[in-house]
């Protein structure tokens, strides 16, 4: 009885941590460091940086533009991440990513009619994505956030 317990408690856990887990593996709370490893493993790269954000870029990803990554000033590690993805010829990027996304974070989303984007609130925290087009039509985001 108490190892069946003990395998749902830590169950629960895993599924609970694993929810804040966005497109490309990226989680709030990473350092830096754990982001540079884990991109580097997807093939990507920092293009630009700053005290508190990464900018990355794919080294062959024709469906990404750029990634880039907040980090926390408290040190606390990633607060947020934007997406950028580039507009396809063949496909319709909108529809690939929100496929992505409803995978990775399931169909409960609401669709901001004001605003034009879709949001997933992820969970009690204030952490959210939001996924759209930018104000010119030009790309399609996703966006992390944390309010």
Known sequence: MNKTLLTLLLLALALSLGAQAGLFDISYGMSREET??????????VADEG???LVLIPSDNYYVDSIEIRFAEDGSGISGWTIVYLPQ??????DLVLEALIERH???????YYLL?????????G?????????????????????
């Open 36 to 45: 540079i490893e884990l991109m580097d493993i997807q093939d990507f790269s």
């Open 89 to 94: 010829d063949d496909e319709d990027i909108e």
């Open 106 to 112: 399931g169909d409960d989303y609401e669709w901001d």
């Open 117 to 125: 984007e879709y949001c997933w609130d992820l969970d009690d925290e």
């Open 51 to 53: 005290d508190n954000w």
């Open 127 to 147: 952490h959210s994505v939001f996924a759209g087009w930018d104000w010119d039509g030009e790309t399609y985001c996703a966006e992390y956030t944390c309010w």
